[in-house]
């Protein structure tokens, strides 16, 4: 019989500060849901960035919006939604970060590191919800 996932739910303020709460929810998480070593600084990176987009690409840091975050856990994999209340955007538009044109561009390599650092990344809602999932 498989266990059935558990879900926490956190809803945050559009201001940088609430990066330093992501990271203090993550810590947590890690030690109650005993997220292994080899993929939390991975999990870190991800979330921290994509909620960083959604702070200020997505709700433009408008204090009236916030950004709604949730972690389930499975018996296989960890998996993160992060949404705001943007326009949203089209996540295919975003041009590659390693090509030559694009090195020195300072932003457009947050979605680029969760793809990376993650197992699946797939966005909904026109870009302004996106779910990140990590395998155990």
């Known amino acids: 019989m498989m266990a059935s996932a558990q879900i926490q739910k956190y809803r945050l303020d559009s201001t940088i500060d609430s990066l330093a709460k992501v990271e203090q929810i993550i810590e947590e998480l890690k030690d109650l849901y005993r997220i292994p070593e080899d993929i939390y600084g991975n999990i870190l990176v991800s979330i921290t960035e994509a909620v960083n987009?959604?702070?200020?690409?997505?709700?433009k840091l408008d204090p009236d919006k916030k950004v709604d975050f949730s972690f389930e856990s499975s018996e296989k994999e960890f998996i993160f939604k992060i949404q705001d209340n943007g326009t949203g955007f089209d996540p295919d538009s975003i041009p590659d970060p390693t090509l030559p044109?694009?090195?020195?561009?300072?932003?457009?390599?947050?979605?680029?590191?969760?793809?990376?650092?993650?197992?699946?990344v797939k966005f909904e809602d026109e870009g302004r919800k996106i779910e990140i999932t990590f395998h155990r």
């Not at 987009?53 to 709700?59: D, F, K, L, S, T």
């Open 101 to 120: 044109e694009n090195i020195d561009k300072p932003d457009g390599r947050g979605i680029f590191i969760m793809k990376n650092l993650s197992d699946e």
């Open 53 to 59: 987009n959604a702070i200020r690409h997505g709700n």
